[in-house]
């Protein structure tokens, strides 16, 4: 490190020593008010121990080597509503002090524990899945908390009614609240504007030399300021006093502090959330990714230490770490001259203490609460949309007036509600297809073929997709009965519902497909559920296959099954004789159409016969001819890794096998076998060779039929991959 660096690094550390210790002053004098401001001593020599415990753990364990930690804001308001509420059950500091600082212990270690259980169990993604509106009010919350805390330590009363608005303009309370407020708001400021290092610790030292250029200006004594309560009046303390006090166990009200743990839990687990949103900003920071789990793990280990000094809870601190980065000083250094300035701190405060300004004190908790709450609302505003921006105010709203449990528990139901709404109205229809434009993969003679392009709109192919529930599926049959009443011919008879993309489903969609089943008790409609099974979606089979045993159900598991079902269904109402055509034979002479010259094309042919089960070509050998299928069917398959296979599509009667490859002399792209025993005919490259010099005007319209044969796949893809698109 040069001596630039090393400049920059000594006065970075003193300025994170300095801030940490007049932010553990500020809390404790926070904390340790009203009936409990004769302990104050006491509570400061607890924080700033705590402090310093957290503040060197993190910094000698932390993956972040620029870490920084100190007590933070997050948690404190609950904490001071906790304490403030438990003194109110004491007449004396003494006899409160003891409960209080237990309580505060307790809350510390619970979130301890929180921490690392969470790091330990490698749940610390878990928490990124809470609300951020929630979160984001919650902590917004908890900053105006603070801003009407510190005002409450300016003007010191109860309530905030007209008797506080009064004493507001009394001279005492004006030369404490208007320079705290200035104070407050000028950090702010500079804080939004600037980074140095020097500015903050600059900040405070300005504003104590300020305070004394102009307290001994008017006339006025160091006495006089602290009978005004302008200065911090702490009776001195010794370590015996302190270890004495601290042996005063009988006068512990253990019901009042178990009464408390709802309040500790909570604590916790926004001091858990407000440390996982600051560890994603650290990652933007630093530039590189965090390992959540590990720093779980160190701050709950620092916290569970802290707690056995009644400790206030501490974590990360992200402007310490991002002016480390910022000046490009990458140490522990300074992490750990913060934490044994806190611990260095207890053996001389009491001979300083007593000459602070108490607007500097409060001034410090203005800002912490004024950049919270600027923090996670005005902040967000160009992040956020206007119902996230409105269930933050929703929260703040509900946390001001009934309190933070109550608030919490409103802005979960708002996000959850929100969820719904938002949710319900996207459409769980993948795509919408009919028997015209989505075929099985069975492949079907012309005739077939020809039956079903006409007919094929009576079959109605829906593809579902996400989570199922009772706020998508409301719309289901709303969404059938307008597909059905776009057909201006005869009505569709077959609905199918594909769920192979559906990852789940709530009991509510039972319901939803029970009216379906009374629509096509009234339409004649017959609905097949498809696309899952016991084993790929065993919890949506259990759930939906109830259905198969209505009367206007059925349950095919795999699509193409299903589909072929009702292909044949629509072939049989059109009198086509599906079995009849199994064992038909389509000549080779129908593929041209034309009588004359289809004549003489069976001499460029050779037979080929085929038992069920022989392979017919490989996939990856190299093609020298093409087939005409005339009798049989012939499986189309693609092998998959090593061991497995995936059928693509079946061909039947009267279809060309393996053209493309032929034409563009490229290896074969999958291998077929003989589903059934089949006859073909078979033409190699030197028969077409023949062809075409001995008959050019049969091998001219021979090509000619190849060219429309693509041309129909090529338009029918096309159309299935615009439908899809859109």
């Given at each position: ?123 610390g ?28 330590q ?34 702010f ?49 010794s ?22 743990l ?34 779980l ?7 569970i ?83 996230d921006?409105f ?163 059925r349950?095919i ?47 460029y ?26 009798a ?17 599509f ?12 032929f ?64």
């Amino acid at each position: 490190m040069n001596r630039k660096s090393l400049i920059v690094a000594s006065s970075l550390a003193g300025r994170l020593s300095f801030s940490g210790i007049a932010v553990c002053l500020a809390y404790s004098q926070l904390i340790y008010t009203g009936p409990l401001e004769e302990m104050l001593p006491y509570g400061i020599l607890c924080t700033l121990l705590g402090a310093g415990i957290v503040t060197l753990i993190i910094a000698l364990f932390s993956s972040i080597p620029t870490a920084f930690s100190r007590p933070k804001n997050e948690p404190l308001p609950l904490i001071i509503l906790m304490v403030h509420s438990m003194a109110l059950y004491f007449s004396t500091g003494h006899g409160a002090f003891l409960t209080i600082l237990i309580s505060i212990s307790l809350t510390t270690f619970i979130t301890g524990l929180l921490f690392f259980g969470f790091g330990t169990f490698r749940l610390g993604n878990f928490a990124r899945f809470a609300p951020f509106p929630v979160i984001a009010g919650f902590l917004a919350s908890a900053g105006l908390l603070l801003l009407l805390s510190s005002i409450k330590q300016a003007v010191p009363t109860h309530h905030f009614t007209l008797e506080m608005v009064n004493h507001l303009f009394d001279l005492t309370a004006w030369l404490l609240w208007v320079p705290s407020l200035c104070f407050g708001l000028g950090l702010f400021v500079i804080f939004e504007r600037y980074s140095h290092p020097l500015f903050f610790s600059g900040s405070i030292i300005g504003g104590l030399i300020l305070f004394y250029i102009v307290l001994f200006a008017s006339g006025q004594s160091v006495a006089w300021a602290q009978q005004n309560n302008l200065l911090l009046h702490i009776t001195p303390i010794s370590w015996h006093s302190f270890v004495t006090t601290m042996t005063f166990t009988e006068s512990i009200d253990w019901y009042l502090i178990f009464d408390q743990l709802g309040t500790m839990l909570m604590i916790a687990f926004v001091s858990l959330l407000a440390l996982l949103f600051i560890n994603l900003s650290l990652e933007l920071i630093i530039k590189k990714e965090i390992d959540f789990n590990k720093e779980l793990r160190v701050t709950g280990l620092a916290n569970i230490f802290s707690a056995l000094t009644g400790g206030l809870i501490g974590y990360h601190e992200e402007l310490g770490t991002s002016l480390c980065e910022k000046f490009n000083i990458h140490t522990r250094t300074i992490g750990i001259i913060s934490g044994l300035s806190c611990i260095a701190t207890l053996f001389f405060i009491q001979d300083i203490i007593n000459y602070l300004p108490r607007f500097i004190l409060i001034g410090l908790v203005f800002l912490a609460g004024l950049s919270l709450f600027y923090k996670w609302t005005f902040r967000l505003r160009d992040r956020l949309d206007v119902w996230d921006s409105f269930i933050i105010c929703a929260v703040v709203f509900a946390v001001m007036s009934f309190g933070f449990v109550k608030g919490a528990i409103a802005g979960f139901f708002i996000s959850v509600l929100f969820f719904m709404m938002t949710y319900s109205r996207i459409n769980n229809l993948r795509f919408v297809m009919d028997g015209k434009e989505l075929t099985s993969s069975k492949g079907r003679e012309p005739e077939a073929q020809a039956i079903l392009k006409k007919n094929g709109d009576k079959i109605i192919y829906l593809k579902l997709q996400d989570y199922l529930f009772f706020g998508s599926t409301a719309v289901s049959v709303i969404q059938l009965k307008s597909l059905l009443a776009e057909q201006r011919d005869e009505p569709a008879k077959y609905v199918l519902y594909d769920f192979e993309r559906v990852c789940g489903i709530d009991s509510s969609v039972q319901v939803s497909f029970q009216k379906i089943s009374q629509f096509a008790a009234e339409e004649k409609l017959c609905v097949i559920l498809t696309g899952f099974s016991e084993n790929n979606y065993p919890e949506l089979a259990k759930k939906m296959t109830w259905l198969q045993f209505h009367d206007f159900f059925r349950y095919i598991p795999d699509a193409d099954t299903a589909l072929d079902f009702c292909e044949v269904e629509v072939l049989k109402e059109n009198h086509y004789a599906v079995e009849a055509a199994a064992t038909q034979r389509i000549k080779l002479e129908d593929f041209l159409g034309d009588k004359t010259l289809a004549s003489s094309i069976p001499k460029y042919f050779d037979d080929i016969h085929l038992n069920k089960g022989d392979m017919l070509v490989y996939q990856g050998h190299l093609s020298q001819e093409l087939y005409y299928l005339e009798a049989g069917y012939l499986t189309v398959f693609i092998n998959v890794g090593k061991t497995r296979t995936k059928k693509l599509f079946t061909i039947g009667p009267g279809n060309i096998v393996g053209e493309l490859a032929f034409y563009l002399n490229s290896s074969r792209s999958a291998s077929i076998l003989a589903e059934e025993a089949s006859s073909l005919k078979r033409l190699t490259k030197r028969d077409l060779a023949s062809m075409e010099l001995n008959d050019p005007l049969l091998a001219t319209a021979f090509n000619q039929a190849i060219i429309c044969l693509l041309s129909t796949k090529l338009v029918d893809t096309t159309k299935k991959v615009e439908i899809l698109s859109n």
